[in-house]
C-alpha cells in the first residue's frame, strides 16, 4: 500500500514538474525577447471570419509576420466614449501584426513602412484556396487609387491601410447590381417584351417576312425541281467520263510525240537564235555599204543628168538635120547651098 501511493506521488509529481516546465517554456518563448518584430496595424470595414490570431502575414506569397491581435476600433480607442453603432470607429475591425524585419530585409523599421504607405503598400484579406482560411496580404496597388483612411486617432503601431478584399469587392458589385435592378420596372418591361413579341409574331405570320419566307421556299421548290431534271447522277458520271478522257488523252503517245517535237523545235529555234547573230552583223554591214553607194551615186547624178540633158539636145538637132536633108544618111558630104554652084 505504501509503495502505490509512493508511485502516485511520483507520477503527480512528474506531472506537476511537466507542466511547469511546459508553462516556462510558453512564457520564455512569448516574453518580449522572441517577439522582434516591427508592430504594425491596419482598419477593416468589412468580415474578417476565418482569420485567427497567429495567422500568417505574407507578401506576395512570402510569410513576412504574424497576426497579435482582433478587435473593434471603438474598444481600443474609445473605451470610454458611448457607443454609437453608425461612427466609423465603430464599424472598424482593428488587427495588429508584427513584421519581421529579418524577412523583409534592410533596417526595415516604422519610418521605411511610412515611406512604403506612401508608395502604395496596403493591406487586405485573402483566403487559402476554399478552405475559408484567411490571412493578411501585403502588396502594391495605385496610391491614387486607393488613398489611406482618415483617421480620428493616433495609431499606436505603424499604419498601413487597409483595400477592399477580393470577395468584399465581389459582393459590393453583386449589391450594387442588384440596387440597380430593384430600380427597374420588371412589370413594365415584361409587357414591353410581351408587344415585341406579338409584333414579331403578327410580322412573321402576315407582314414582309411571310412573304420573305414564301418566296424563300417558292425557291428551294424550284430548286429541288431543277435539281431533279438536271439529272445530276448522270451529269457527274459524264463529267467523270470527260476527265477519265482528258487524262487518257493527256498521258497518250500523242501527246507525248508533240511534246517531244516541240521540245526539237525549241532547240531548232535556239540553234537559228544563235546563227542570226552573225547573220544580222552581215545585214548591217550591207546595209552600211549601200548607204556609201547610195551617197556617191547622188554626188555623181547632178553631172549625169547634165551629160544626159546635153545629149538629149544634140541628138534632138541632128534629127532635125536628117529630117532636113535624108540624104545625108546616103552621103559622106553635104550638098552645097542651092544657088552656088550647078546649072
Aim: proline share 6%; aromatic share 4%; with cysteine.
Amino acid at each position: 500500500m505504501t509503495e502505490t501511493r509512493a508511485a502516485f506521488v511520483r507520477t503527480g509529481l512528474m506531472i506537476v514538474l511537466g507542466a511547469a516546465v511546459l508553462v516556462g517554456l510558453v512564457l520564455l518563448l512569448g516574453g518580449p525577447r522572441f517577439q522582434t518584430g516591427v508592430p504594425c496595424e491596419s482598419y477593416f470595414s468589412e468580415s474578417v471570419e476565418g482569420l485567427e490570431v497567429g495567422t500568417a502575414v505574407k507578401y506576395r506569397g512570402v510569410a513576412v509576420g504574424v497576426v497579435k491581435a482582433i478587435g473593434l476600433a471603438a474598444a481600443v480607442y474609445a473605451p470610454d466614449a458611448p457607443a454609437d453603432m453608425r461612427s466609423e470607429a465603430a464599424r472598424l475591425v482593428l488587427v495588429r501584426y508584427q513584421i519581421n524585419p529579418r524577412r523583409i530585409g534592410g533596417n526595415f523599421d516604422a519610418t521605411r513602412v511610412a515611406a512604403a504607405v506612401r508608395q502604395g503598400l496596403r493591406a487586405r484579406l485573402a483566403m487559402q484556396g476554399i478552405t475559408g482560411v484567411s490571412y493578411l496580404e501585403l502588396d502594391f496597388v495605385d496610391p491614387a487609387a486607393h488613398p489611406p483612411r482618415a483617421l480620428p486617432w493616433t495609431p499606436q503601431g505603424a499604419y498601413i491601410p487597409a483595400i477592399p478584399s477580393i470577395i468584399a469587392q465581389v459582393q459590393d458589385a453583386a449589391q450594387r447590381f442588384v440596387a440597380r435592378l430593384d430600380r427597374v420596372d420588371i412589370v413594365a418591361l415584361v409587357a414591353n417584351l410581351q408587344n415585341l413579341l406579338v409584333t414579331l409574331h403578327d410580322t412573321v405570320a402576315s407582314g414582309d417576312v411571310h412573304a420573305a419566307l414564301d418566296e424563300a421556299a417558292g425557291l428551294m421548290r424550284d430548286a429541288r425541281v431543277a435539281l431533279r431534271q438536271a439529272d445530276v447522277p448522270g451529269l457527274t458520271a459524264d463529267l467523270r467520263q470527260t476527265s477519265t478522257s482528258l487524262r487518257e488523252e493527256a498521258t497518250g503517245p500523242e501527246v507525248h510525240r508533240v511534246l517531244a517535237n516541240a521540245a526539237q523545235a525549241a532547240d531548232r529555234l535556239a540553234a537559228a537564235a544563235e546563227r542570226l547573230g552573225p547573220l544580222i552583223g552581215v545585214l548591217q554591214s550591207a546595209a552600211r555599204h549601200a548607204n556609201g553607194v547610195t551617197a556617191d551615186v547622188e554626188q555623181s547624178l547632178p553631172g549625169i543628168l547634165r551629160d544626159v540633158r546635153e545629149s538629149a539636145s544634140n541628138l534632138r538637132s541632128a534629127t532635125d538635120v536628117i529630117r532636113d536633108n535624108p540624104g545625108l544618111l546616103l552621103r559622106a558630104v553635104p550638098p552645097p547651098p542651092r544657088g552656088q554652084g550647078g546649072r
